[in-house]
């Protein structure tokens, strides 16, 4: 029981994170973490979520040299809303080379989002918008409220879990920690691990 | 996601990426106000002599959806430079235009780009030395006063056609351009620009015209581009001097957030009996971005009769800069 105990304590350590976060979303450089489920979130790529609903805010920003200018871009703030589960998804967006271009994706930005297996995954998104004046914005506030709204990409909204095929389960992860673990351990704890679930 | 994939992840780390921002002061469905700038600090030596070039620019600009087939617009944008021998500066207008947009295009009126600038603008991506073979008139340089111009764009193509009177030096012109992408990648232009100019002080007023082509192509880290102009221009005391110059530009990005740029360019530009016009050098440069910070180094080699500063002379200029 005791080194049961250990060995759990031990495993739960090393491999909660993975538990609590099974989603790696790789995002493109462009793409600028605003929030991430409702809290202030700088950019980071690949970032990991749990299992399940996640909603992201981002802009999409770059820099731009026209006629020997800097043009900075910033769009609106975006809000992806999707479920998914065990698996590396891939956000992508398209280069804007003008203007025009910019404008359009403001208007509506066209956006796509990957499984591993290269499978567009459903998902659902918005803007997050202030009317007035654009300093000090309390955008965890903002999302709140948005969530409570209608809108496409609230969390008010059901939003299908996509489970795509050969995607893992909790129970095969869980057998793969087993068998890392067992493998990693030497004879003695072996004996000892054997023992402990024949009884 | 399997462990190993798991372990990977973490230990790859976080991609952390500076912010980058423009400055929206307010904004409502139908309206945005926004303000931009840049400080910009800047050394050059040129032959052993140590000039500063340093600069602020600042604009403020918006527009307003007055309903859903028109949007108006305005911008303005000065420059101020300090004087080399006092702590007085020089303020210049680079915009000055009110705009409106409709779904059959945009027309614009003020101190602005010309029509041909969407052409030339193709090789002016250069931090520093690129991007001059256009400035020798009004209605071919970036920008002019007083010009009146129409831009339509559609898919692949875009079409301006701009008309400019009694702008510096008294120049009366027009400009016509149409670019097309064939390709997600390639873009090909053709441009005219004719500007009827005072010279010599308003003893006299003589036309030029400029004919030019241009291509560029942009996939990934890759920026090339070439523009080239023939034609005749006029100076004081010379009038319709048969010329031909050309621009070309590569630059690569690479590093994180593409922060890291290097290229190199060419510029040429030959007049028949106007060797103060002379331009022929090779430029390479490293340029830094971080957010909304850039650093960077720039070299031109003079080549055979280059006169863009002098008699072949070379130049080091180096920069650091903070826009929004």
Request: avoid cysteine; aromatic fraction near 0%; hydrophobic fraction near 30%.
């Given at each position: 029981m005791k080194l049961w105990n250990i060995l759990s304590i031990a495993m739960a350590c090393c491999i909660s994170s993975q538990v609590l976060a099974d989603i790696q979303l790789t995002m493109p450089s462009q793409v600028k973490l605003q929030l991430v489920n409702g809290e202030k979130s700088s950019s980071v790529s690949p970032l990991l979520l749990k299992n399940g609903q996640n909603q992201i805010a981002f802009r999409y920003q770059d820099r731009y040299r026209v006629g020997g200018d800097d043009v900075f871009y910033s769009s609106d703030i975006i809000i992806m809303t999707f479920a998914g589960k065990d698996d590396n998804y891939v956000m992508s967006v398209p280069k804007l080379t003008s203007q025009a271009e910019r404008d359009a994706f403001n208007e509506k930005p066209s956006i796509s989002l990957k499984d591993s297996q290269s499978q567009n995954v459903v998902f659902e998104q918005g803007k997050l918008l202030k009317n007035g004046m654009q300093f000090d914005r309390d955008l965890v506030a903002e999302m709140k409220d948005y969530n409570l709204t209608s809108e496409p990409a609230s969390l008010q909204q059901r939003v299908t879990i996509i489970t795509t095929p050969g995607t893992q389960s909790e129970v095969d992860v869980a057998g793969k920690m087993l068998d890392y673990w067992y493998q990693k351990a030497d004879q003695k704890t072996r004996e000892q691990f054997k023992l402990r679930i024949s009884q | 996601m399997t462990f190993n994939k798991y372990l990977i992840a973490v230990a790859s780390g976080a991609i952390l990426s500076a912010p980058l921002s423009a400055a929206t002061i307010y904004k409502n469905d139908a309206q945005e106000f926004n303000v931009g700038g840049r400080v910009e600090v800047r050394g050059n030596l040129t032959d052993g002599e140590y000039t500063d070039k340093s600069r602020v620019r600042l604009n403020v600009n918006g527009k307003n959806k007055l309903n859903e087939d028109l949007t108006v617009f305005g911008r303005y944008e000065f420059e101020i430079k300090e004087n080399k021998d006092d702590n007085e500066a020089n303020l210049t207008t680079r915009h000055l235009y009110v705009g409106g947009d409709t779904q059959f295009g945009t027309v614009i009126y003020g101190h602005q780009s010309n029509a041909v600038t969407y052409l030339t603008d193709f090789t002016d991506v250069a931090e520093t030395f690129g991007g001059y073979i256009n400035e020798n008139t009004a209605t071919s340089s970036d920008r002019s006063k007083n010009t009146l111009r129409y831009i339509y764009e559609a898919d692949a193509l875009t079409f301006q056609v701009s008309g400019t009177q009694n702008a510096n030096d008294n120049a009366d012109g027009f400009g016509v351009m149409a670019a097309y992408k064939i390709s997600p990648e390639v873009e090909l232009a053709a441009g005219i620009a004719s500007s009827d100019q005072e010279y010599d002080n308003g003893a006299e007023k003589r036309q030029s015209d400029s004919y030019m082509i241009g291509a560029r192509y942009s996939k990934d880290n890759v920026y090339l581009a070439a523009t080239g102009m023939t034609g005749n221009i006029s100076a004081a005391g010379i009038a319709d001097s048969d010329f031909v110059a050309a621009d070309a530009y590569a630059g690569y990005y690479f590093g994180e957030d593409n922060g890291n740029l290097v290229n190199i360019g060419y510029s040429y530009y030959s007049a028949d009996d106007i060797a103060s016009l002379e331009t022929n050098f090779v430029a390479v440069e490293y340029a830094r971005y971080v957010g909304n910070f850039a650093v960077y180094g720039s070299y031109k080699l003079a080549l055979n009769n280059?006169?863009?500063?002098?008699?072949?002379e070379n130049e080091l200029q180096l920069g650091a800069r903070y826009g929004f």
């Open positions: - | 280059d006169m863009s500063a002098g008699d072949r």
